[in-house]
């Protein structure tokens, strides 16, 4: 899948970046023109020589190189395909991540408009430091895709996961991204999908919210772009960052979400109810602040409408319709209930029994129900893995 693929490979300076020459090897024999970039320490633990040979081409350091000709950092973003960094020391993800651009290994990040893949490698504490799981958050959600490091011996002599992802799993890696991108079952499908929590005011500075972070639908959404659908999320309040492909509808209430989500439900070929919409709003939202009088308070609650529900009552022929269900009592009957109640195709049951799974990680295991009551069940997986799994399922149910 990389045959023609112009790649940029940036070498930052670890030392793993011995293993940078037979990445940039792999790649070349996989058909992918390569272009390499390396910071300037990156040189002190291999020399430019090595890649430059191995690419067949010049390798760029500096913005300028003999007689004054100027690497222009624009045009690289712009020629590339994908953009490889192995290995991303810390220091490097975190001037990525700050858009610290010091170097033009970072100015030609900043100009890319392909996809970024970052494979990191430092000693498992660097890793591990809240500092740099930060960093690979914040490069997460600008879309940039992270190879994990894995677990062994490292340079140091301790032992944990820091060592950078071996050539040949950043090249399958990379083949497997292309694989998927480039097959689009979806192109011509409308695609909505609910995301995030929702809101509900009490009074003009409090709300009753709850702990979805939206990342699951935004990643659902993003995989149902790539496989060529025109994609629609009404979202709550996140901080999760769209593509710029995909139109979002942003809103705060549950009746705010309901509205949207009916405006674009006509045209909807599939619609995905990730949202963790509240259950209940308060009954009388109070116009000035509520002041603390006593030891306890009570204020009335209300029903929210059932947004799935009152969509799947009005389901078309030919629409599909996927729910979500997070359980944490009789997990499997209540999904399955939700599943015919609500006129669903697929319900994908969450669990908060699972560590690493549900609100706030980038990792989910999930089980895809559907109406044969056949059950589909993930590994715990990056929640981008889980949306291709998820897609899978609902392109198995689609007719041909």
Request: glycine residues 8%.
């Amino acid at each position: 899948m990389l045959i023609g693929k112009k790649i940029l490979l940036g070498v930052s300076a670890s030392i793993a970046a011995y293993k940078a020459a037979m990445l940039c090897r792999l790649l070349v024999k996989e058909g992918a023109e390569v272009q390499v970039i390396m910071t300037a320490d990156a040189q002190e633990f291999i020399g430019p020589l090595t890649l430059a040979t191995l690419s067949k081409r010049p390798v760029y350091s500096n913005y300028t190189g003999e007689n004054g000709t100027w690497h222009n950092h624009v045009e690289l973003g712009l020629w590339a395909d994908a953009m490889v960094i192995a290995p991303a020391t810390a220091n490097t993800l975190a001037k990525a991540a700050h858009a610290q651009s010091d170097n033009l290994l970072i100015a030609t990040y900043l100009s890319a408009r392909c996809p970024v893949f970052w494979a990191p490698a430092m000693d498992l504490d660097m890793y591990a430091h809240p500092g740099t799981q930060a960093n690979l958050k914040t490069l997460s959600s600008f879309g940039n895709q992270i190879i994990e490091p894995n677990d062994g011996e490292l340079a140091s002599g301790l032992s944990g996961k820091g060592r950078l992802a071996e050539p040949e799993e950043i090249v399958a890696y990379l083949s497997n991204y292309f694989k998927k991108s480039s097959y689009q079952p979806l192109i011509g499908k409308k695609v909505m999908i609910t995301a995030g929590p929702t809101q509900e005011h009490l009074d003009p500075v409090r709300y009753i919210t709850n702990h979805s972070t939206g990342k699951m639908g935004y990643a659902i959404a993003e995989c149902a772009a790539q496989l060529g659908a025109e994609v629609t999320i009404v979202s709550g309040p996140v901080q999760v960052k769209a593509s710029s492909s995909i139109k979002v509808v942003k809103v705060a209430s549950a009746l705010e979400m309901l509205d949207a989500a009916q405006t674009a439900f006509a045209e909807t070929d599939i619609a995905i109810y990730t949202a963790a919409v509240a259950d209940y709003r308060s009954a009388d939202i109070a116009q000035e602040k509520i002041k603390k009088k006593g030891d306890t308070i009570s204020i009335e609650l209300v029903k929210n409408p059932d947004i799935a529900a009152i969509l799947g009552s009005q389901k078309k022929e030919g629409q599909i319709f996927v729910g979500f269900a997070l359980e944490t009592e009789n997990e499997l009957e209540n999904a399955q209930g939700k599943l015919l109640r609500k006129n669903l195709d697929l319900i994908v049951l969450n669990s908060l029994k699972t560590e690493g799974a549900g609100f706030g990680h980038d990792t989910n295991l999930v089980h895809v129900i559907n109406r044969n009551n056949q059950i589909f069940t993930t590994g715990l997986l990056p929640k981008t893995e889980i949306a291709h799994l998820i897609w899978e399922q609902i392109l198995a149910i689609i007719p041909a």
